[in-house]
């Protein structure tokens, strides 16, 4: 039987953005110069709810981008096509700190694939990452900069983040499966 | 366009035609090909997707936009591309297409775009190539990547195709444009009519769903959409309608034509067009025509054709 257990909760998923989102205004004095870019497709909405909530700090605006990094990816040649979806950068990135957001951080391949696909956009002056979850097992020497929980997983384990805007709810699940 | 309600994977080696693809698969590379657009109005307008990838552009039968375009495309993936037409290759030494395409696949291509007279050569060698084959165009059969560019085209302009009018017209029996567009269309949920001359528009096409009629003033006046077809001279056997002036009178988009269509039709051709034949040259050039943006969105549509045949055979798992 899949077991199924709730790691982060409503109430909990929400405390934690707010904890990542004055983490990100302690580690930058220069609020201007932050944009954030939600990884496509589950840093997305995560990198929104920040933006929001940094707004609410600052009393300005944050710049939200997407970045899908399907093109980026180094294993293609493995798995069927992954679904591309728009990448959209609404600011220039050239001399700007940009927090990637992703919602689980694993091996560390997306967030390869995230700083290559980044670089095509210019050079920003220096780039942090954000998760809600990190699970452990990285392949690639990568460390984020503001975690949301830290999770001792299983390889046969799976971390589930639904969140309100596309789920109904706001809840993060680990799976075996 | 809302994004794609269940997740379809693309497992398909080859792209041979439209008329084997599920709805869901051409919504699929109409997705695709939308983040891919934009890849195209960046400064670097390149991703490393096909990176140590060759691809090669197999064209026994002429063709300029078309073979651009996937070069185009092919090389914003990042593949190596090779063009091979029939005039420069051995072909006209007596070498069969077999054995042409088994060179190539010497070479270690990843991915073959063949263009051909023949209808089925594509799928003939798809049966023994080891790499992907795409169809840009067999005969009066397919041109797979046309009809995807055109519906993706008309989606972006409209937001739907579904219980849209379109009108093809001139040229259908020898086109492969046209076949391509009808299934398409009719997988779309698009209602087609079909119009020109009774010599080149068969009646069999109303036994799979499209309506056939031979007034162009009734096929065009509630259409949200015109295709227009050019006139396949290369390929008509023998004369099938008395000369290029009749054509033009009976069946070519003029003027007054074009103002008793409806205010948001959309005008569509594949492209080259003869102006003055089957468009009025000022017709071509009005803003309800689609042509260039069909020339753009062609190169998304392509580049997402080939990361879509370029996929491994494993399970589309996204690893964090």
């Known amino acids: ?177 | 366009m809302s994004p794609v309600e269940t997740p379809v994977v693309w497992k398909r080696k080859h792209l041979l035609d439209v008329q084997s693809l599920s709805r869901e698969e051409i919504q699929l590379v109409h997705e695709t090909a939308r983040a891919f657009k934009a890849v195209g109005e960046r400064a670097i307008k390149k991703v490393p997707a096909l990176r140590g990838k060759t691809v090669i552009n197999l064209f026994i039968e002429p063709s300029t936009r078309t073979r651009i375009s996937f070069e185009l495309a092919a090389l914003r993936l990042t593949a190596d591309v090779i063009n091979f037409t029939a005039e420069a290759s051995s072909l006209k030494k007596g070498e069969t297409l077999k054995d042409t395409a088994r060179n190539l696949e010497a070479l270690n291509a990843d991915i073959i775009i063949i263009r051909h007279s023949a209808t089925g050569a594509p799928h003939f060698l798809s049966r023994f190539l080891r790499g992907s084959v795409v169809n840009a165009g067999d005969g009066a059969h397919e041109h797979p990547t046309q009809a995807l560019l055109d519906t993706f085209t008309i989606l972006e302009k409209k937001g739907r195709i579904q219980g849209l009018n379109v009108t093809i017209l001139g040229d259908v029996l020898y086109s492969r444009v046209a076949r391509s567009n009808i299934w398409a269309l009719l997988k779309l949920g698009a209602h087609v009519t079909l119009c020109g001359p009774s010599t080149l528009v068969p009646r069999e096409f109303e036994q799979i769903g499209c309506r056939v009629t031979y007034d162009v003033d009734e096929a065009i006046e509630e259409a949200d959409v015109i295709n227009l077809l050019r006139i396949q001279h290369e390929r008509q056997r023998k004369t099938m309608f008395p000369s290029i002036g009749e054509y033009t009178n009976l069946f070519g988009l003029s003027r007054a034509r074009f103002a008793r269509t409806r205010p948001d039709v959309l005008i569509m051709h594949p492209g080259p067009i003869n102006r003055g034949v089957e468009i009025n040259s000022d017709v071509a050039d009005c803003e309800r025509s689609v042509v260039l943006e069909q020339v753009t969105n062609g190169l998304a549509v392509r580049m997402a054709v080939l990361f879509l045949v370029n996929g491994g055979p494993g399970p589309q798992e996204i690893a964090s």
């Open chain 1, 1 to 177: 039987m899949a077991e199924h257990s709730v790691i982060l909760n409503a109430q909990t998923v929400h405390r934690v953005l707010t904890r990542i989102a004055h983490e990100i205004v302690e580690r930058n004095e220069r609020s201007d110069a932050v944009a954030l870019v939600g990884i496509q497709k589950g840093g997305v909405l995560l990198a929104e709810r920040l933006g929001s909530i940094l707004q609410g700090i600052w009393g300005h605006g944050v710049p939200v981008g997407k970045l899908d990094v399907g093109t980026h990816r180094d294993d293609l040649h493995e798995h069927a096509a992954p679904l591309i979806l728009p990448t959209v950068m609404p600011f220039d990135i050239n001399g700007r700190t940009v927090v990637l957001v992703d919602d689980v951080l694993y091996s560390g391949r997306t967030t390869r694939a995230a700083l290559d696909a980044l670089n095509d956009f210019g050079r920003p002056r220096r780039v942090q990452l954000a998760v809600l979850v990190d699970r452990g097992h990285r392949e690639l020497p990568i460390k984020p900069d503001f975690v949301g929980k830290n999770v001792e997983t299983k390889a046969n384990e799976r971390i589930d983040v639904r969140l309100k805007e596309s789920h109904g709810e706001d809840v993060v699940y680990l799976d075996q499966i």
